[in-house]
C-alpha cells in the first residue's frame, strides 16, 4: 500500500524559514504535491514536483528526490498567514489512480 | 463563482437518522470526488466518479452511496448514521483523474457532520 508520513506539528516565529518533511512508500509514484489548508476551510493545491530538484513558487519551495522517496516544502519569510496545515500528496498508479495524502503538519507561526 | 461549492455547511443530527451533502463544480472537470477528514485531520478519499461512472470506491460501508446525475454534481447520501460518520466532507473535482500530471484537486468548503 502506500503511506506518507508528515511531522505532526511544526513552530515557528514570523520571518523565518521552515521545513516541512515528507516521506512516502509508494508501489508506484508519479509525482508529489502538496497543499495547504487554514482551520475551517479547504485544503487548496500549492505545488507539485515531477522530477528531482527543487522548484520555486514565491516564498514557497517544494523540492523532490526520487531514490529517497522523500520531499519536502520550503516556507521562507514566514508570515502569521501562513499558519495552516500542510498535506504532501501522490498520485497512486498501482492500483486505482487516486491522489493519496499524508498525515498532515500543523505550522503554526507566532509573532 | 464558486467552484466547488457544498451544502450544507454545516450537519447536526442524531444516530440513526439519514443525510445528504450535495456538491457542484463549474469548472467543466470530468472527474469528482468525495474525501472524509477526521478529527486528527487524516483526508481519505472515499469515491471517485468520472463522467457520471463511478471509478473508485474505497471500502465505504454501503450506508453511503454517492450519486452522479451529470458530470457537474456528485452528491452523497449517508443512511442510519452512526456515531465515527462525524467528519468534514470535502467534495473536491479535476479534469483527470487523481488530479492529472500534476495531482491537483480542487476542494469545496466542506460539510461537517456531526452525529449526537
Known amino acids: 500500500g502506500q503511506s506518507l508520513e508528515q511531522p505532526s506539528e511544526v513552530t515557528a516565529v514570523e520571518g523565518a524559514i521552515v521545513q516541512i518533511n515528507c516521506t512516502y512508500q509508494t508501489s508506484g509514484f508519479y509525482g508529489l504535491s502538496w497543499y495547504q489548508q487554514h482551520d475551517g476551510g479547504a485544503p487548496t493545491f500549492l505545488s507539485y514536483?515531477?522530477?528531482?530538484g527543487l522548484e520555486e513558487t514565491g516564498r514557497f519551495s517544494s523540492f523532490l528526490s526520487r531514490s529517497d522517496s522523500y520531499g519536502y516544502l520550503l516556507l521562507q519569510e514566514l508570515q502569521m498567514k501562513d499558519s495552516a496545515s500542510y498535506f504532501c500528496?501522490?498520485?497512486?498508479?498501482?492500483?486505482?489512480?487516486?491522489?493519496?495524502f499524508g498525515t498532515g503538519t500543523r505550522l503554526q507561526v507566532f509573532p | 463563482d464558486t467552484a466547488v461549492s457544498q451544502t450544507p455547511k454545516y450537519l447536526v443530527t442524531q444516530m440513526g437518522n439519514d443525510k445528504s451533502i450535495k456538491c457542484e463544480q463549474n469548472l467543466g472537470h470530468d472527474t469528482m470526488y468525495w474525501y472524509k477528514q477526521d478529527s486528527k485531520k487524516f483526508l481519505k478519499i472515499m469515491f471517485s466518479?468520472?463522467?457520471?461512472?463511478?471509478?473508485i470506491n474505497e471500502t465505504v460501508p454501503n450506508r453511503f452511496s454517492p450519486k452522479s446525475p451529470d458530470k457537474a454534481h456528485l452528491n452523497l447520501h449517508i443512511n442510519s448514521l452512526e456515531l465515527g460518520d462525524s467528519a468534514v466532507y470535502f467534495c473536491?473535482?479535476?479534469?483527470?483523474?487523481?488530479?492529472?500530471?500534476?495531482?491537483?484537486?480542487?476542494f469545496g468548503e466542506g460539510s461537517r457532520l456531526t452525529v449526537l
Open positions: 514536483n515531477g522530477l528531482d
Open positions: 473536491a473535482s479535476s479534469q483527470e483523474g487523481a488530479g492529472g500530471d500534476f495531482g491537483e484537486l480542487f
Open positions: 466518479y468520472n463522467n457520471k461512472e463511478l471509478i
Open positions: 500528496a501522490v498520485r497512486d498508479l498501482y492500483d486505482t489512480d487516486k491522489l493519496i
